[in-house]
C-alpha cells in the first residue's frame, strides 16, 4: 500500500529500509524521502515504522529465550 503518495514510499519499501538497518523514523525518513513533501503521511509511516520496529523485537526476544545468551 501506498504511504507517501508524494514520493511514492509504500510500507513494504519502508519495512525493507528498517529490515536494511533503519532504527528510526528519522532514519527511514531519510532513507526514502517519506514525510519530506506535504507531510500528510507522517503520522502513517511512523505506525508502519513503529509495528515493524515491533515486531522485529519480538522475534529477536524469542529467538534467545530468558537465560540464554547469544554466543
Do not use: F, H, N, W
Not at 532513507?31 to 511512523?46: M, R, Y
Not at 519480538?58 to 529465550?65: C, D, H, I, R, V
Request: charged share 20%.
Amino acid at each position: 500500500m501506498y504511504v507517501c503518495l508524494c514520493r511514492g514510499v509504500t510500507d513494504k519499501q519502508i519495512r525493507e529500509a528498517i529490515y536494511e538497518g533503519c532504527c528510526s523514523y528519522r532514519e527511514v525518513r531519510e532513507c526514502t524521502g517519506v514525510g519530506t513533501q506535504c507531510g500528510k503521511c507522517a503520522c502513517l509511516a511512523k505506525t508502519v515504522v513503529r509495528e515493524t520496529l515491533g515486531e522485529l523485537q519480538a522475534a529477536q526476544s524469542l529467538a534467545y529465550p530468558v537465560g540464554l545468551s547469544q554466543a
